[in-house]
């Protein structure tokens, strides 16, 4: 089904929101729980501020990302990971192998969900629930507690767009989403949905596991190095493939926005041709209300920004290669 025109104006010019039914959470505790999680991640966990989240990937020991994943940490000492659902199992099964139980253990954080606010007016929305503070005030994922009103709160990184996630005691979930949803109607917005969302993260250039991410790409091509890899931590699994291309030498393949035509939509591995050569394929599209028919997709390095790809085969309509995000995009959280 398709996104409404509401659903989606909410997260572009007010405030959207939308449930965490996409989403896996997992509890990591122990006493080395940060030590061990961080020899599973790019990022730098047991360096991290109580109190503060990071973005990673879960690798392979052939570094392909089997999991992209927000990791949150608690004053408790416990590491909490929210992930989409698309990578849950897979990331579960790891955990199962790699984690030591003598020194942590895991289990699925089901008396937690999480609720979102995106979009430009997100802060009078979160400035509902008691005691919330000002989101302005605290810096993008730091992890702040509601006390009260018995919340964790995590401000979005400016890739995210503007706006926090919530994690909610799963009993308290509807009374909370329904509060929420009633200050974003005052701002102008309201409820949104994946639909609308989809729309969104492509237009910002937001790759995700089951559509840009999987066990075909290496984690530089999604062109999330630079808020998912730490290449000065310690050792992790897959960081070998990792630090090679980092160090010695370049992806193959990088992750673009796609310009596209009017039309029926490609399906997401549509190959792209320049002449007769393949030179990638597209993995997601989305008909955005503001800026038309959009995707993106996997191009060679070497495709320069303007390029123009034929859809399907040699002589398919042509799809133009733009940079990420799009412009005319939401600006920044």
């Not at 702040?144 to 994690?167: F, H, K, M, N, Q």
């Not at 991410?213 to 999604?222: A, H, K, R, Y």
């Not at 549509?270 to 394929?281: I, K, N, P, V």
């Not at 209300?289 to 060679?300: A, C, D, F």
Request: net charge negative; charged share 25%; with cysteine.
């Amino acid at each position: 089904m398709g996104a409404s025109t509401a659903a989606y104006d909410a997260l572009r010019d007010a405030a959207g929101i939308l449930d965490g039914a996409e989403r896996t959470l997992v509890r990591v505790w122990g006493d080395r729980a940060r030590d061990m999680i961080g020899g599973l991640l790019t990022s730098h966990v047991a360096g991290l501020a109580p109190d503060h989240a990071l973005y990673a990937f879960m690798l392979t020991p052939k570094g392909r990302p089997l999991a992209e994943l927000r990791a949150l940490v608690p004053e408790t000492g416990e590491v909490w990971l929210d992930m989409p659902s698309a990578c849950g199992e897979a990331a579960l099964e790891h955990l199962r192998r790699y984690l030591p139980p003598f020194y942590a253990r895991f289990e699925r954080l089901e008396e937690r969900r999480r609720l979102s606010v995106v979009g430009p007016r997100s802060a009078e929305v979160v400035g509902v629930l008691p005691g919330s503070p000002d989101l302005a005030e605290i810096a993008p994922l730091e992890l702040i507690e509601l006390p009260s009103a018995d919340v964790r709160l995590v401000r979005r990184e400016p890739a995210e767009g503007p706006g926090a996630d919530l994690y909610v005691p799963t009993g308290r979930e509807s009374e909370l989403r329904d509060d929420l949803v009633e200050a974003a109607e005052r701002a102008g917005g309201g409820a949104s949905d994946a639909a609308a969302y989809d729309i969104w993260r492509i237009e910002r250039g937001l790759p995700v596991y089951g559509r840009e991410i999987d066990l075909d790409v290496l984690p530089q091509e999604t062109g999330q190095d630079a808020r998912a890899i730490d290449y000065d931590k310690g050792c992790y699994t897959g960081q070998e493939v990792v630090a090679r291309i980092h160090f010695r030498g370049h992806v193959n393949r990088r992750l673009v926005g796609l310009r596209l035509p009017e039309g029926p939509p490609p399906e997401p591995g549509t190959e792209l041709f320049d002449a007769e050569r393949s030179r990638g394929h597209v993995t997601s599209v989305a008909d955005s209300p503001r800026l038309g028919p959009l995707g993106l997709g996997y191009v060679r390095h070497e495709v320069a920004e303007g390029a123009r790809l034929a859809l399907g085969h040699e002589h398919g309509p042509a799809a133009t290669v733009a940079s990420l995000p799009f412009a005319g995009a939401a600006p920044p959280g």
